[in-house]
Nanobody, 120 residues
Framework: QLQASGGGLVQAGGSLRLSCAAS????????MGWFRQAPGKEREIVAAIAASGSTYYADSVKGRFTISRDNAENTVYLQMNSLKPEDTAVYYC????????????????WGQGTLVTVSS
């Protein structure tokens, strides 16, 4: 199971850190991804981190967002800086055992989502 948290309301230019806590003893083997879905839009990948620590970022968030993981705590984080109104969405964490999967349909496990609202 995946449990996402940390969303909220923030002004443009502000920061938030999302967390995704995973249950189970094999967390370290999984590729963890963060996705987002804005109203009326398709779910899209934001960032992913491999078991090795390799990372991927969507072009829209490069230089502003940082994904990290703490395998001892079974948690993956998404540090979001310089937030923009277009970052407003429900953010989901997901897990898969292959690298690199960009499509949401390729992920096996999903958290419940946490809402991020960025005001202008």
């Amino acid at each position: 199971q995946l449990q996402a948290s940390g969303g909220g309301l923030v002004q443009a230019g502000g920061s938030l850190r999302l967390s995704c806590a995973a249950s189970g003893r094999t967390f370290s083997r999984y590729v963890m991804g963060w996705f987002r879905q804005a109203p009326g839009k398709e779910r899209e990948i934001v960032a992913a981190i491999a078991a090795s620590g390799s990372t991927y970022y969507a072009d829209s968030v490069k230089g502003r967002f940082t994904i990290s993981r703490d395998n001892a705590e079974n948690t993956v984080y998404l540090q979001m800086n310089s937030l923009k109104p277009e970052d407003t969405a429900v953010y989901y964490c997901a897990a898969v055992q292959r690298w690199l999967i960009r499509s949401p349909s390729g992920y096996d496990y999903w958290g419940q989502g946490t809402l991020v609202t960025v005001s202008s």
